[in-house]
């Protein structure tokens, strides 16, 4: 459009955990597209740069890492070197896409033409007018389960006038081509060839959203009985693994278990082989969205709107719960979540062979 503003270098910032950080990378393809020839730089957690790591509207990952707070001189030079390196790049616009204080600390450093970030409580008059003024525009980011993550972020690009084209909304993930080499030879140990097995990653970072695993043991039979091959994935926690160690008791069919084997580049590689991804709400999830991998999620205490797979064909399960989603670590933050125990292997069995057909 004529009337789209132009920028020559942007910072987006969003400094939250992984699948928080994938849901930003249509912004950096939005702005691409809006503006020709713009270099878009990225700032995030350092545990996260995989993420976005091979985005190719992406110029230059930055990174701040969690450490820092740890060395109260250390932490000083290790911002000086960053804040010399963002103020070399000599930006004019400025994304923040999270309510830290740091997004806003750095628009005032920088003075870009133009900072956008989001509307935020921040406890007294005084800390929300300095928030207010630490930025050139604010967009409002919808309470409860209203809003797509990714639709929210894009609402940052809207409040400065850019409108997004429905092409560019996808959310991207880039593996590599070493990843994806590590995992064909994974898969041909294995004697499983890429699109003829269904992923199951039913684990969390948080556990309170993981499924019972007797339920989750009576869907993977099943799909082991039709014929599918399944692999398993989960991340090395220890708390992942001993979940993992349950479900493989209780299976009574044969699966190919690389859980905790891999990392995140070899991860998004494998979902990308995948003919469907079966999961809960996690990153991994979001992961599948990114690669294209038909998904099928189930929702517990977390919001199934806010949170959904984006841009693929898919199906959430969920359980008819007046008080879901409520965002609690399992009921009255207890860490057992009877809203995603309530949900059955009918249900997302269904679900499975919904999807399947769909995506045929």
């Known amino acids: 459009m004529s009337d789209t503003p132009q920028f020559k270098r942007a910072l987006v910032i969003k400094l939250r955990h992984h ?25 995030v957690y350092d545990e996260t740069r995989d993420m976005l790591q091979g985005h190719p509207a992406i110029a230059q990952l930055h990174t701040v890492g969690r450490k820092w707070r740890g060395s109260w001189l250390g932490g000083i030079k290790a911002w000086w070197r960053l804040f010399s390196t963002l103020r ?10 999270t309510d830290h204080w740091h997004g806003a600390r750095l628009a005032r450093l920088l003075r870009p033409r133009v900072s956008v970030a989001p509307q935020a409580e921040k406890g007294s008059a005084f800390s929300n007018k300095l928030w207010q003024r630490s930025f050139t525009a604010l967009y409002p980011e919808l309470s409860k389960n209203t809003r797509h993550t990714v639709e929210i972020h894009l609402d940052a690009l809207r409040r ?16 590599g081509e070493a990843a994806e080499a590590a995992v064909a030879e994974r898969l ?35 799909l082991v009985r039709r014929g ?15 979940w993992i160690a349950q479900l493989r008791e209780a299976l009574t069919q044969p699966v190919h278990d690389l859980a905790g084997q891999l990392n995140l580049k070899q991860l998004g590689a494998l979902i ?26 189930l929702f517990g205490p977390t919001g199934d709107i806010k949170w959904a797979p ?13 008080c879901r ?36």
């Open 19 to 43: 699948g928080d950080v994938l849901l930003t990378s249509p912004v950096f393809t939005v702005l691409a597209q809006a503006c020709p020839g713009i270099e878009i730089d990225a700032l």
């Open 88 to 97: 070399r790049r000599d930006y004019d616009l400025i994304v923040n896409l």
């Open 160 to 175: 400065i006038g850019i409108q997004p084209r429905v092409e560019d909304k996808r959310t991207l993930y880039v593996a």
């Open 188 to 222: 041909a140990a294995l004697g499983v060839s890429r699109g003829s097995y269904v992923l199951v990653h039913p684990t969390s970072r948080w556990m309170f959203k993981a499924w019972p695993v007797a339920y989750t043991a009576q869907v993977i039979d099943e």
């Open 228 to 242: 599918w091959p399944v692999v398993l994935s989960a991340a090395p926690s220890d708390e992942e693994m001993a």
């Open 272 to 297: 990308a082989g995948a003919r469907l991804y079966v999961g809960v709400d996690s990153m991994p999830m979001h992961l599948a969205s990114a690669v294209g991998t038909p998904t099928v999620a």
């Open 310 to 322: 984006w841009g693929v064909a898919h199906r959430v399960v969920t359980a008819d719960f007046s």
């Open 325 to 360: 989603p409520c965002g609690k670590a399992g009921c009255g933050d207890g860490r057992v979540s009877d809203c995603i125990n309530a949900i059955t292997p009918g249900q997302v069995m269904a679900a499975i062979d919904a999807v399947l057909a769909e995506s045929a």
